[in-house]
């Protein structure tokens, strides 16, 4: 390796891990925060048969999940200002981030919520409880249990999908990977440090994902 | 008179499966429901805590009259406060312990104190014979221990009146003594008991009353001793003759 080629190694990768740390961490966090907000609630809707509004959550699932991403990132920064809704790129990509990935998480609580027997409802109405103490201290904990490595699944692909957000001009990890790119050529050298620092992100979610389905075991062993 | 039951009916997609079934039931009185699968039995068990709706029907419980049709969430809960409801698969809360599950109605619904839920949930627990097991979760533990934590579970409430959806029909022959030997102690303790069951020493010898139904309707009530020596319809006399035909 030249001395130039580690040069410019060693001065990017503190660069790229910071840009890391305060874009990317932060992106993914809030826009995995709104995902599971918009999820649990979508979920909710449809398990509880909500009459009018199951509808609207079908409708939104289905344009979400039907349209690319880097479409929807777009449409919402380029597109939508021509109505006259502008909004910041950064919080364009939270939200578009949050809506895109929550309709695929939104399936996937509904399908845990599905899985919990219904004789649990039974039961907790049987000892007194009403609808929502049952959901909350019954049947929502156990969904959550079952949803937890999918949930996981999709944290993971939003961080990496968080590199899309580059595309609308915000400044996070992989947009200062290409920054730096276009000064000294090297793209073979800082797209691969930039694929390692996002690797070694996954690899600290894919723990935690582990350190965190234990201890659900531990809280109740494997469904009977 | 403790409950009585008048004319329930229930259909299911145009298939009729209570024809009008009326119940008296005494207090302290254990009433085996018995008869062949598919004859209503189950469903008329639910009807009566409003697990399924009723499209007629009428329930008096405690000198109060609810329609098991049309009564209102306050009166439901108000009748499920006086009872408790045992099924056939335990439908423990299996994110809670075997003590959490007894507690949860107790400080939830009853709005208890936590240590003095703890307390009466650790005396129904030893009732029961699994004082030993607090901290265990349901998946821990075998079919028939869970059922007798479910029953611990109606039990704290201290409900008037035990509904049992056939509770040893899921379990391994060698686990239904366990579960039958605590319901034979609650009915020596006095403890009214509704129980649909496919067990006929447990109907004989435990239960005071049967009523015996098939395809909807009840086809013969009354004392047990009389119902297993001298059944008075020719499908009460089937049903005898092919479960004892089975045993051997």
Partial sequence: ?224 | MMLEAKNVRKHFDGLEVLKGISLTVEKGDVVAILGPSGSGKTTFLRCLNFLERADAGELIFDGERFDLRTAARADIARVRKKTAFVFQNYNLFLNKTVLQNVTLGLTLAGKMKKAQANEIAVRALERVGMGGKLDSYPSQLSGGQQQRVAIARGLASNPEIIYFDEPTSALDPELIGEVLSVMRGLAEDGMTMLVVTHEMDFARNVSNKVLFMADGSVVESGPSKAFFEHPQQARSRDFIKSILDARQ
């Fill in chain 1, 1 to 224: 390796m030249t001395e130039r080629l580690w040069n410019i190694l060693t001065d990017s990768f503190p660069k790229l891990l910071d840009y890391g740390i305060r874009v990317t961490i932060p992106l993914t966090i809030a826009s995995f925060a709104l995902a599971l907000i918009i999820s649990v609630a979508v979920a909710l809707i449809q398990y509880a048969d909500v009459k009018g509004l199951r509808q609207i959550c079908r409708f939104y699932i289905w344009i979400v999940r039907g349209t690319p991403l880097l479409v929807q990132l777009y449409l919402v920064f380029y597109g939508l200002p021509k109505l006259g809704v502008v909004l910041d790129a950064l919080p364009t990509a939270i939200l578009v981030l949050g809506l895109n990935e929550g309709a695929y998480m939104a399936e996937t609580v509904r399908g845990a919520l599905e899985s919990v027997s219904r004789g649990q409802m039974e039961a907790g109405y049987c000892v007194g409880l009403n609808y929502l103490q049952i959901m909350t201290h019954v049947v929502l904990p156990q969904a959550f249990r079952t949803a937890f490595p999918a949930l996981s699944n999709s944290m993971i692909a939003m961080l990496k999908e968080t590199s899309m957000a580059a595309t609308i001009t915000v400044m996070e990890m992989f947009r200062q990977a290409q920054v730096i790119n276009g000064r000294v050529y090297e793209p073979l050298a800082l797209y691969g440090e930039v694929a390692l620092i996002y690797l070694i992100f996954c690899t600290i979610l894919t723990w935690l994902q582990h350190k965190g389905e234990k201890r659900l075991a531990a809280y109740g062993g494997k469904k009977a």
